[in-house]
């Protein structure tokens, strides 16, 4: 039986972008920013896969200073 790791999600913030559509930023598993664009239609309500990830600990953050 495999078994899979859990992803712990916690939202951080959230922007209106239209009546339909929302920006969510959330931290995953305590090491990555998600931001990812939520829809709520009639037909489909939830994240869509219009998005980026980052890892904050990768040592790239020093180049936004």
Known sequence: MNKTKQTEQKEIGRVKLSDTQ???ASI???E???LRIFVKTDS???A???GVRFY????NWTEFK
């Open 56 to 59: 904050l600990f990768d040592n």
């Open 44 to 46: 489909y309500t939830g």
């Open 48 to 50: 869509t896969k219009r």
């Open 28 to 30: 995953v598993d305590n």
């Open 22 to 24: 929302e920006l969510v």
């Open 32 to 34: 990555k920013v998600d």
